[in-house]
């Protein structure tokens, strides 16, 4: 797949996460010259070698999305080693545990001080969940997205979820979040129309990374019962790998190949959106 990135300054956060990680590398490759933006720095640290032993350009800056302050440096600091932002890609995201039920389905008998109900999610962690996925993508995108305003071939790519379409059951927090990434992706790309800013993003289904290893494998690495569901729920019958999501990626963030496209969601997914199950 040819390009047309080579000399762009491409920022994306959450770049330590296995599947931006994986963007970071392929996107250097085609020349982009890469700002790794995570909370901890010993992840981009080592991936910034490695795209620089391979012959890329990576810069790593450690950040908080939810930190104004600390992104406006980092923003200055990008702007100084690279140039101006012309591609954001905002992949820093999570879950946590505290938004979630412990049970996919309320019972009456469910009173168990062990059993984290649907009456004993605290809105604080709700809270939590939603400003790391939804302010993560949204102040990102107040300081960089500044950067492409009359500047052709610019655009913005957030990280979407199967969650955002049907929520999965048990992860509150996480999906209702989720959702609103394609709101606000819609928004944007309707809001920017006019200075030539494309947003659009990608939805990725199952794949197995560092963050949901634990929810798909166990101790012995076999499948979970929530695995066996999700791939029976996947016609293709496997979860994904992060490489499947670089053609779309690449695609999306090309210019020359997807420059009347905005305002859309692309699932990655195995088939998982379309299948009702029976």
Known sequence: MHTHIQGKVVVITGAGGVLCSEFARRIAAEGAKVALLNRSEDKILRLSEEIKASGGIAVPYSVDVLDIARLNEVHNLVNRDLGPCDILINGAGGNSDKANTTKEYFEIADTDDSIRSFFKLLPEDID????????????PTQIFAKDMIGRPGCCILNVSSMAAYHPMTKVLGYAGAKAAINNLTEWLAVHFAHVGIRVNAVAPGFFATTQNRSLL???????????????AGTPMGRFGE?????????YLIDAEAS???????VPVDGGFLAYSGV
Do not use: M
């Open 259 to 265: 420059g009347f496209v905005t305002g859309v969601v």
């Open 128 to 139: 939590g969940v939603f400003r790391l996925n939804f302010n993560g993508t949204l102040l």
């Open 217 to 231: 494998f166990d101790k012995e690495g076999n499948l979970t019962a929530r695995s066996h569901k999700i791939i």
């Open 242 to 250: 992060p490489k499947e999501l670089l053609g779309t990626v690449l």
